[in-house]
């Protein structure tokens, strides 16, 4: 499985950016995906899951309310959709599928069996 994660940027806090990772390689809704931050000088964290179908999702309590997780299983693709953005959002942000098919979603880093490269997003005050 190739991912690529893309919408990272600079935006203003209480701005929105929408992130994508664009899967290839295996059937895409057998699987589930998700997505985690590295802000500076910090561990790889937790952002949000989605399951293989849609059905399920799971938020950080941290972004609860403000991002959004959904996936389009014709351009094959995991969307996070990130609105109300604080500067504690500042990392990089990186996808990963969890290839256990029709598996429960975990929020667990090392369920994961694929990694996207990570995007920047930087938010200002």
């Known amino acids: 499985v190739q991912l690529q994660a893309s919408g990272g940027g600079l935006a203003q806090a209480g701005g929105s950016l929408r992130l994508s990772c664009a899967a290839s390689g295996r059937t895409f809704n057998t699987y589930n995906m998700g997505w985690f931050r590295q802000a500076p000088g910090k561990e790889r964290r937790f952002v949000a899951a989605?399951?293989?179908?849609?059905?399920?999702?799971h938020y950080a309590d941290s972004v609860k309310g403000r991002f959004t997780i959904f996936r389009d299983s014709a351009r094959q693709t995991v969307y996070l959709q990130m609105n109300g953005l604080k500067p504690e959002d500042t990392a990089v942000y990186s996808c990963?599928?969890?290839?256990?098919?029709?598996?429960?979603?975990?929020?667990?880093?090392?369920?994961?069996?694929?990694w996207g490269q990570g995007t920047l997003v930087t938010v200002s005050s």
């Open positions: 989605i399951s293989w179908n849609g059905g399920t999702t």
């Open positions: 990963a599928a969890d290839l256990s098919a029709f598996g429960l979603v975990t929020m667990t880093e090392g369920e994961y069996d694929y």
